[in-house]
């Protein structure tokens, strides 16, 4: 309630806000008008480079090993499906591979980005600000899709795409050169494990042939052959007949031998076995050295903006008008209070 005496026109009501606004219209609208021109002008091209955006969309795929992929799996239910898109699990790890060092370092040194940014290199902290500019120009998301999106800003529309077509070849280079790392030390291993095991199974073999020109052919066959005629012969021919004693010495090189040839029989079929496994993994580990597969599917491709997205002049010029006059009104409150308060104490 206004004191008696007062002058209601300077009295600050809360449920007269219009009324009151209305009293201070002129620096209102000078200050908010001044404060729009200003923000129009200073958001210009003169003073802020305009920055154009360009965006590629990428799907991850679901396909690690080639191999696996497409040749037959002796152990497996089913192979993987190589047109398969990723799901969120592939779509998390294509995006730490995009924010990788090793991406970030192909993209400013093949654009040069110190000198493109403009940064000072003289200054202790360039690199510090060489990658928070990166970061503020080159963004990865991922969308409900399980799609990623690369944008990138750049003051030149065409720098903007080449660079976000260039991040989206990236991950299959990186992805496929660590891949072709460990598949050439897996390849290594397996081609070591092969060669030994196929010089075993010579030796065996130059064993065996070993053992049957001692007469060794089949030992269990020609043992129960040989028991069979000496029997015959020790009946018919006498204990001391000449026959007895050739069929006698034949069973005993097949005993002196035959133990021998029976091992390296049976470690000869388990070696045989063990290549023909070796094998496989062999041609699987050759495949996935020598062929690169394609780490994802780009749906969209970049282009050149014709529109610039960054400044967005006239929310520049909304907010400068809108931030003057709210500060314009607080420093009427204030000042109009401060003027009042002693006439308030003299009354």
């Known amino acids: 309630m206004a004191h008696p005496g007062e002058d209601s026109r300077d009295q600050f009501d809360s449920s007269n806000l219009i009324v009151y606004l209305w009293k201070w219209r002129k620096p209102l609208i000078g200050i908010t008008l001044l404060a729009g021109i200003l923000a129009a002008v200073f958001s210009g091209p003169s003073f802020i480079k305009p920055k154009y955006a360009s965006t590629a969309t990428v799907f991850p795929s679901t396909t690690n090993s080639l191999s696996k992929a497409l ?7 089913a192979n993987q499906d190589f047109l398969e898109f990723g799901e969120e699990e592939q779509a998390e790890q294509l995006l730490q591979m995009l924010n990788s060092d090793v991406i970030r370092r192909r993209i400013i040194e093949k654009y040069d980005l110190i000198r493109h940014y403009q940064i000072d290199t003289s200054t202790p902290y360039a690199q510090t ?30 720098t ?22 460990r598949a050439l030390k897996g390849l290594s291993i397996i081609r070591n494990n092969y060669q030994e095991l196929r010089r075993e199974i010579k030796e065996l073999n130059d064993s065996l042939t070993f053992l049957r020109s001692k007469g060794v052919h089949d030992y269990e066959t020609q043992a129960a052959v040989l028991s069979e ?28 031998y035959g133990s021998a040839y029976v091992g390296l029989r049976s470690r000869l079929s388990d070696a045989q076995d063990e290549l023909s496994a070796i094998k496989v993994r062999y041609e699987q580990a050759q495949v996935d050295v020598n062929e690169i597969v394609p780490a994802t599917f780009k749906i969209n491709m970049a282009y050149p903006a014709e529109k610039k997205a960054y400044p967005i002049r006239w929310l520049i010029v909304v907010l400068s008008a809108l931030g003057a006059f709210v500060t314009t009104v607080i420093a009427i409150l204030i000042i109009d209070t401060i003027r009042q308060t002693p006439a308030k104490e003299k009354g």
């Open 160 to 181: 903007a795409a080449q660079i976000a077509n260039d991040i989206i070849h990236l991950p299959d280079s990186v992805k496929n050169g660590i891949k072709r790392e």
């Open 71 to 77: 040749l037959p799996q002796p152990f497996a239910t």
């Open 129 to 158: 600000q060489l990658y928070e500019t990166f970061d503020e120009n080159i963004s990865y998301d991922r969308t409900e899709f399980m799609s990623v999106e690369v944008s990138v800003l750049d003051v030149s529309p065409d």
């Open 229 to 256: 005629q000496l029997a015959t012969a020790m009946i018919e021919k006498g204990v001391n007949s000449p026959v007895v004693d050739q069929i006698q010495r034949r069973l005993d090189t097949l005993g002196k």
